[in-house]
């Protein structure tokens, strides 16, 4: 008991690209884009409304002592599910069973 660890390591840059529409994007997406003071949920900063489409990473600077920070990994990680659940679709998902 107690003897399995789950370390927190770093991830060395040039592992993972993604194409270059999805990286410039998420550049983009680093002035375009925040957490709203309501409710916490994204936003875009020209409207202040949660944005239609995202494309790229929401929120890509995540800063050391930004208060936000950990709310805003949050929604980078989750985005797509939320925006997937958002759609027209029926149950918000599509399951393909092979």
Same mark, same amino acid.
């Given at each position: &008991?107690?003897? @399995?660890?789950?370390? $927190?390591?770093?991830?060395?840059?040039?592992? &993972?690209?993604?194409? %270059?529409?999805?990286?410039?994007?998420?550049? %983009?997406?680093?002035?375009?884009?925040?957490? +709203?003071?309501?409710?916490?949920t994204t936003i875009?900063?020209?409207?202040?409304?949660?944005?239609? @489409? /995202? @494309?790229? $990473?929401?929120?890509?600077?995540? +800063?050391? =002592?930004?208060?936000?920070?950990?709310?805003?990994? /949050?929604?980078? !990680?989750?985005?797509?599910?939320?925006? !997937?659940?958002?759609? !027209?679709?029926? +149950? =918000?998902?599509? /399951?393909?069973? $092979?």
């Amino acid at each position: &008991m107690g003897a @399995y660890e789950n370390p $927190i390591a770093s991830w060395p840059e040039g592992i &993972m690209r993604y194409e %270059e529409s999805f990286e410039r994007a998420t550049r %983009e997406n680093a002035t375009r884009h925040d957490i +709203g003071p309501d409710a916490g949920t994204t936003i875009e900063r020209a409207t202040s409304k949660p944005p239609e @489409y /995202v @494309y790229g $990473i929401p929120l890509p600077d995540l +800063g050391e =002592g930004d208060p936000l920070a950990r709310i805003e990994a /949050v929604w980078n !990680q989750f985005h797509p599910c939320w925006q !997937q659940g958002t759609s !027209q679709r029926e +149950g =918000g998902s599509e /399951v393909k069973w $092979i």
